[in-house]
């Protein structure tokens, strides 16, 4: 079992800056690949941004070049954030950290913090 914490949401300003943080407690030498994604109101759920073992990188088009995400890996915890940069109303909507486990191929979600844009 893999338990997945966010925090770092909140109200930002359009052109504004924030960090999001996901904190993965349980059983993370099983953890394989980790992302962000997220879910605006009336949309469905979509990638933003990943990151796999190897340390390679993956950002959906419509944060590329805003957004960078990250892995940090300490002895009993993992630590996954995603700066966000030069944020725009269009980005406002629940983020929610994943992980995906070897070899088990297991699905762990958050619960999801918002992050509203705007003015």
């Known amino acids: 079992q893999v338990q997945l914490v966010e925090s770092g949401g909140g109200l930002v300003q359009p052109g504004g800056s924030l960090r999001l943080s996901c904190a993965a407690s349980?059983?993370?030498?099983?953890?394989?690949?980790m992302g962000w994604f997220r879910q605006a109101p009336g949309k469905q759920r979509e990638l933003v941004a990943a990151?796999?073992?190897?340390?390679?990188?993956?950002?959906a088009d419509f944060v590329k070049g805003r957004f960078t995400i990250s892995r940090h890996n300490a002895k009993n915890t993992v630590d996954l954030q995603l700066e966000m940069n030069s944020l725009k109303p269009e980005d406002t909507a629940v983020y929610y950290c994943?992980?995906?486990?070897?070899?088990?191929?297991?699905?762990?979600w958050g619960k999801g913090i918002l992050v509203t844009v705007s003015s």
């Open positions: 994943h992980a995906k486990t070897y070899p088990s191929y297991m699905n762990y």
């Open positions: 349980g059983s993370i030498f099983s953890i394989n690949d």
């Open positions: 990151i796999i073992s190897g340390g390679s990188t993956n950002y």
